[in-house]
């Protein structure tokens, strides 16, 4: 297992995280799994022996069972592992249940705590923007978290490019914590990220953690052209996350993929994770599972090495569309491109 720093902290993690979203099965969670206690010890004994040191939940997930359920899980292995949770989403049905107030980010930081059975969390993410909420009060309540230990440090997930500056450039003004890590939707399916987040994560010096890296299983060879899956979703039912924009673009790279996983005698999905754990910018992907064997084979990607002449035909045919500022920039700046724009420019 490979180590990188994360962003510009301390902080070394292992190119894989353990993902939690199938942990629990509570309401809507149940269509992603329902992994119990027993099933995380086996999941997260398969990781530690892998070398992988990060755990990431939320408290959202399964509305405070994955917290639980992880918390059981690593007794007597805190010290093993890094843990990462996040708060922002609806936890209850008051009016301050969701959000990242002052208030609700130090009540869900304490919940969190006692749920995971902990004294502190390595790693705190913000799981979306707060557009009703000033900045400075979420850096503040934030800040204090770190001061008091209970928070090691800070992350932020699923801000747009101009929210993640503007949070940056509050916390350098008034002396706040900064964010260390960006948590965001990265994959072959869809590589938006380079537009702005990739970019701006180099330029801030923010680690990329990779959530649903196979495009919540569009990316593991199940779904084929012309083929329908055995089990799991479907394309023509109405895929939401990720939404699929493009569908011939999709299987175009799902067949390339495979021919390369082919060649290699690995899985479609190694593929997948291996060629995103080659791109600017990414320090750990999240991979979760409903199986063991899924994760089994997750951890294989670490060991897959592409080839430049692989790693160019997967950057071709998944390559997004230039828009604007981008395609104009490339035309008339490329000559002065830095690192950042070489995230989406090459």
């Given at each position: 297992?490979?180590?990188?720093?994360?962003?510009?902290?301390?902080?070394?993690?292992?190119?894989?995280?353990?993902?939690?979203?199938?942990?629990?099965?509570?309401?809507?969670?149940?269509?992603?799994?329902?992994?119990?206690?027993?099933?995380?010890?086996?999941?997260?004994?398969?990781?530690?022996?892998?070398?992988?040191?990060?755990?990431?939940?939320?408290?959202?997930?399964?509305?405070?069972?994955?917290?639980?359920?992880?918390?059981?899980?690593?007794?007597?292995k805190r010290d093993d592992v890094l843990i990462s949770t996040k708060v922002r989403m609806v936890m209850g049905d008051g009016?301050?249940?969701?959000?990242?107030?002052?208030?609700?980010?130090?009540?869900?930081?304490?919940?969190?705590?006692?749920?995971?059975?902990?004294?502190?969390?390595?790693?705190?993410?913000?799981?979306?923007?707060?557009?009703?909420?000033?900045?400075?009060?979420?850096?503040?309540?934030?800040?204090?978290?770190?001061?008091?230990?209970?928070?090691?440090?800070?992350?932020?997930?699923?801000?747009?490019?101009?929210?993640?500056?503007?949070?940056?450039?509050?916390?350098?003004?008034?002396?706040?914590?900064?964010?260390?890590?960006?948590?965001?939707?990265?994959?072959?399916?869809?590589?938006?990220?380079?537009?702005?987040?990739?970019?701006?994560?180099?330029?801030?010096?923010?680690?990329?953690?990779?959530?649903?890296?196979?495009?919540?299983?569009?990316?593991?060879?199940?779904?084929?052209?012309?083929?329908?899956?055995?089990?799991?979703?479907?394309?023509?039912?109405?895929?939401?996350?990720?939404?699929?924009?493009?569908?011939?673009?999709?299987?175009?790279?799902?067949?390339?993929?495979?021919?390369?996983?082919?060649?290699?005698?690995?899985?479609?999905?190694?593929?997948?994770?291996?060629?995103?754990?080659?791109?600017?910018?990414?320090?750990?992907?999240?991979?979760?599972?409903?199986?063991?064997?899924?994760?089994?084979?997750?951890?294989?990607?670490?060991?897959?090495?592409?080839?430049?002449?692989?790693?160019?035909?997967?950057?071709?045919?998944?390559?997004?569309?230039?828009?604007?500022?981008?395609?104009?920039?490339?035309?008339?700046?490329?000559?002065?491109?830095?690192?950042?724009?070489?995230?989406?420019?090459?």
């Open positions: 297992m490979e180590y990188r720093q994360l962003g510009r902290s301390g902080l070394r993690v292992s190119t894989l995280t353990l993902g939690t979203m199938t942990y629990g099965g509570e309401g809507n969670f149940a269509k992603l799994g329902n992994v119990d206690v027993d099933g995380a010890k086996r999941q997260i004994d398969m990781c530690l022996d892998a070398g992988v040191n990060l755990i990431d939940t939320a408290n959202m997930y399964s509305t405070g069972v994955a917290e639980q359920i992880v918390g059981k899980a690593i007794a007597g009016p301050n249940d969701a959000g990242l107030s002052r208030h609700h980010i130090i009540s869900q930081a304490e919940a969190s705590l006692r749920r995971l059975d902990t004294d502190h969390v390595d790693l705190y993410h913000v799981h979306e923007w707060d557009g009703q909420t000033p900045l400075e009060e979420t850096l503040e309540a934030l800040d204090t978290l770190v001061r008091s230990g209970k928070v090691r440090y800070l992350g932020v997930s699923n801000y747009a490019g101009w929210q993640l500056l503007k949070a940056l450039g509050l916390a350098d003004r008034l002396g706040y914590q900064r964010f260390v890590a960006n948590q965001i939707y990265y994959s072959l399916e869809s590589r938006d990220a380079e537009y702005e987040l990739i970019p701006a994560s180099i330029d801030q010096g923010l680690g990329v953690l990779v959530w649903s890296p196979l495009a919540g299983g569009l990316l593991s060879g199940k779904y084929r052209r012309g083929q329908q899956a055995a089990d799991g979703r479907h394309l023509e039912e109405d895929w939401n996350e990720p939404p699929v924009r493009d569908a011939e673009k999709l299987y175009d790279t799902i067949e390339e993929v495979v021919d390369i996983a082919s060649s290699h005698g690995v899985s479609p999905a190694q593929i997948s994770l291996a060629y995103l754990l080659r791109k600017p910018g990414v320090t750990s992907l999240v991979i979760g599972a409903r199986k063991d064997e899924q994760l089994r084979d997750n951890l294989g990607a670490t060991e897959v090495r592409l080839s430049d002449d692989e790693f160019r035909k997967l950057e071709e045919i998944s390559k997004p569309y230039l828009i604007y500022p981008h395609w104009h920039q490339e035309l008339s700046a490329s000559e002065r491109f830095g690192v950042p724009d070489r995230a989406l420019h090459g």
